[in-house]
C-alpha cells in the first residue's frame, strides 16, 4: 500500500509525478474549485487547460496534462467533482480515488483537492488509498502496474492537526479493503475453506484476536448440518472459522456473521456456465467480516467483537446434497433442501445459531446472498434487513457516513408461509417474488432468543452486487472485488460502542 502523509505546504510548489486538481461546475461551466487558494498565474493556466481539452466537470472524470507554470509537479490531473456546491465527503473520496487508481504506476501523488476541514482531509485520504489498489498475484513476468508509491494530502495546517486520528484510521481501514478485495480476487483453485481458514489465522496472529477453527470432525460432531451438507459434494471440507476480540471493559458484544462460499456451482442446482466464473467471490462476506474484525483489533476500538467465517465450496458429485434432502442445522431444526444453489442460507443459519450461543447484544450478518438483490436494487446499493428498527436505522445511517450504499427493506410476514415444507421444519426456498426477502425471512427463523423471550437484534446485509464489480471500474472502486461492507461493519462497532443499540 502507498505511503501516506499530510501537509501544510502548498500544493503547487511540491514536487511530485502528479498534482491532482478538483474541477467542478457552476452556472458558467467547469471551474477550477478551490481556484482561490491557487497562484494567480496557476488558477489563468488551469482555466485556460479546461478549455483547451473540453473539461465539463462532471463526477469523476479526469484529464492528465503538463505541467504549468508556478506547478512543481511533472503534470497535473484534473479531476471532476460535480456542482461545486454540492461537494461532500464522498464525493472527495471518489475524486481522490478516480485519481490514483488511474495513476497506477506513478511514485508520489499530491492532492491538492478543496479542503478545510479535518473530516475533509481524511475523506480524500481515505479515497486516495482506496483508488491505489492493483492485483497481480496471477500476472507473469512482473505484468500489471503497481498502485502509486506515496500519497500526500495538502490542506490547512489546522484541519490537518484535526485529521490525525482520521489518517491513522484511513491507513488501517484501507489495510482492511484491499485485503478483503485480495482475497475475493483469488482463484478458488488457491483459495478454498481450509486454506481460508489459515490466511485468518496468519491474519490476526499478532493482534489480540483469538482463533479458533472446527473442520469437517467438528462440525460433524456439533450438528452443523448445514456446513456440512453444503459442503460435502466437494473434496475440500467446509470450516467454521471463530474470531475473539474481548478488550477489557467492553460491555457490548457484536457478532458479524460471514458467508464463505469460496465458490458456488451451484451443486446439483447447477447454475448456468455464463458468469460461473464470478462466483468465486460467493465469500466476500466472510472475508468482509475477517477484514473488518482485524481492523476493529487494530484501532482498539472499546467493544466485544466475534467473527463467525461459514466457510464451504458448493459442487456437484456423487457425494453433492440433493434436493429433497433434508438435513438438521445447529440446534435442532430440520430444513429440507429444494435447490442446493439456495446454499448461503444454510451455512449462515449454523453460524447465526452457533454465535447466538455466545449471547451476543447484536448479531449481523452479511452475505452474496441472492440475484435478487441485484433485481431489486442494482449493482451498487446493499440491502439491509432486520428484526429491530433501529438497528437498521443504525446501519444505514453509518453505511451513508462511511460512505457504502445501503438501503433499507423489509421482511414481509405474508412472505414467511411459502417456506412451508411437507416433511422438515423449514424449506430453504419460497416465493420467488420478492426472494431477496425470503432468504432474509428464512435467516430470521435461525435468530436466538434473550433470555427475556424476544428475538436478539439482528440485522441482514445482502451484498450480492455491490461486493465484486463486474463491470468497469469507477471512483475508488476496482473490477473485481471491491471490499464491500468493511467499512460499514467497523463504522456499526465504533457507534454501538461509544452508544449502545437499547
Known amino acids: 500500500m502507498p505511503s501516506l502523509s499530510v501537509t501544510a505546504k502548498d500544493a503547487v510548489s511540491q514536487s511530485a509525478d502528479a498534482l491532482v486538481i478538483g474541477i467542478g461546475t457552476n452556472n458558467s461551466g467547469a471551474v477550477v474549485a478551490g481556484a482561490q487558494a491557487l497562484p494567480t498565474p496557476v488558477r489563468t493556466s488551469l482555466t485556460q487547460a479546461l478549455k483547451a481539452v473540453g473539461a465539463t466537470g ?6 492528465r496534462i503538463p505541467s504549468v507554470a508556478g506547478v512543481s509537479a511533472k503534470s497535473v490531473v484534473l479531476v471532476g467533482l460535480g456542482p461545486v456546491r454540492e461537494v461532500g465527503l464522498e464525493t472527495l473520496r471518489r475524486a481522490a480515488g478516480a485519481a490514483t487508481r488511474e495513476l497506477a504506476g506513478l511514485g508520489k501523488v499530491v492532492f491538492g483537492l478543496p479542503v478545510s476541514t479535518g473530516e475533509e482531509v481524511t475523506a480524500v485520504a481515505e479515497g486516495a488509498l482506496f483508488g491505489a489498489y492493483t492485483y497481480n498475484r496471477y500476472r507473469s513476468n512482473g505484468g500489471g502496474k503497481n498502485p502509486v508509491g506515496a500519497i ?3 490542506g490547512p495546517a489546522a484541519a490537518n492537526t484535526a485529521a490525525r486520528a482520521g489518517i491513522r484510521r484511513a491507513k488501517v481501514l484501507a489495510d482492511a479493503v484491499h485485503g478483503t478485495r485480495d482475497l475475493i480476487n483469488t482463484a478458488p483453485i488457491d483459495l478454498y475453506p ?4 489459515e490466511d485468518a489465522q496468519q491474519l490476526v496472529k499478532d493482534l489480540p484476536v483469538a482463533v479458533t477453527v472446527l473442520d469437517e470432525k467438528k462440525l460433524l460432531k456439533g450438528g ?5 451438507a453444503v459442503g460435502q459434494g466437494s473434496s475440500r471440507p467446509p470450516r467454521l472459522v471463530r474470531l475473539d476480540y474481548k478488550p477489557a471493559g467492553a460491555t457490548t458484544h457484536v457478532a458479524l456473521v460471514g458467508k464463505g462460499i469460496t465458490f458456488d456451482s451451484g451443486g446439483l442446482s447447477i447454475k448456468p456456465a ?6 468465486k467471490s460467493d465469500m466476500s462476506g466472510a472475508a468482509a467480516v475477517l477484514h473488518a474484525v482485524a481492523a476493529i483489533a487494530e484501532l482498539g476500538l472499546p467493544i466485544q467483537v466475534s467473527g463467525w467465517l461459514a466457510l464451504a465450496e458448493n459442487m456437484p458429485s456423487g457425494t453433492a446434497q440433493r434436493p429433497s434432502d433434508v438435513i438438521t442445522i445447529r440446534g435442532g431444526r430440520t430444513v429440507e433442501v429444494l435447490n442446493t444453489d439456495a446454499e448461503g442460507r444454510l451455512v449462515l443459519a449454523d453460524a447465526i445459531v452457533a454465535a447466538g450461543e455466545t449471547k451476543p447484544d447484536v448479531i449481523v450478518d452479511i452475505a452474496t446472498l441472492t440475484g435478487a438483490q441485484l433485481v431489486a436494487l442494482g449493482s451498487r446499493t446493499s440491502a439491509i434487513m432486520a428484526n429491530d428498527d433501529d438497528l437498521r436505522g443504525l446501519v444505514h445511517n453509518v453505511a451513508e457516513q462511511a460512505g457504502e450504499a445501503f438501503w433499507p427493506m423489509p421482511l414481509p410476514a ?3 408461509p411459502s417456506m412451508d415444507s411437507r416433511v422438515a421444519d423449514i424449506a430453504n426456498i419460497g416465493e420467488r417474488f420478492g426472494g431477496m426477502l425470503v432468504a432474509g425471512l428464512f435467516l430470521k427463523e435461525f435468530v436466538p432468543s434473550t433470555d427475556e423471550g424476544a428475538q436478539v437484534s439482528w440485522a441482514h446485509l ?10 468497469s471500474a469507477y471512483g475508488y472502486t476496482p473490477a473485481g472485488g471491491t471490499g464491500h461492507g468493511v467499512r460499514t461493519m467497523v463504522a456499526l462497532c465504533e457507534s454501538l460502542a461509544e452508544s449502545p443499540l437499547h
Do not use: C
Open 152 to 154: 500526500v494530502v495538502a
Open 194 to 197: 481450509a486454506q481460508f481458514a
Open 224 to 228: 452443523y448440518g448445514g456446513l456440512i
Open 414 to 416: 405474508e412472505l414467511r
Open 58 to 63: 462532471a463526477k469523476e472524470t479526469l484529464h
Open 274 to 279: 455464463a458468469n460461473m466464473d464470478d462466483m
Open 462 to 471: 445482502d451484498i450480492a452486487g455491490p461486493s465484486y464489480n463486474t463491470g
